[in-house]
């Protein structure tokens, strides 16, 4: 059986091609370092509570995991110090921002364990989630609106 040359070279760049697509990829991939440090800069830029002493023990509590994929769904974890310490975890839905009470005892492990769970489930609902301290969840509770930081002139977001 004879095999056809340009066959040969067509498997070739193929394969090159193939392999070289694998590099960028892992390329493009952050480490975890990276990604805990693209959340507190994001926080940063969106968070209007944010302080590196604030937003840092938050963003860290939670698994690296869970950060990729509220990377991917432009999701962000923020330091708020007007929740309370009875309500110190919330979900703004419409917002796409974990909020958490960082002088609340235990506030950052609670908002990294209800963040793992919904990213392990990919549910994201649309309203407004407030959990207690011991992390139940609360009806009826009335929680500062999220507003991002206001923009210095010129920029967007």
Known sequence: MRIDPSCNRWMFQGGVAAALALAATGVCAQSDAQVYESAIAEAARLCPGHSKERTTPGVRAVPVGALRVLAQRSYILCPDRRLDAATPA??????????????????????????????????????????KADGSPVTGATVPMFERRPLPAGASY
């Open 90 to 131: 919330v979900w703004y839905g419409a917002a796409g921002v974990f909020a958490w009470n960082p002088d609340a005892k235990g506030a950052a492990k609670l908002i990294a364990a209800k963040v793992d769970a919904m990213t392990r489930k990919e549910e994201f609902p649309a309203q407004t989630l407030v959990w």
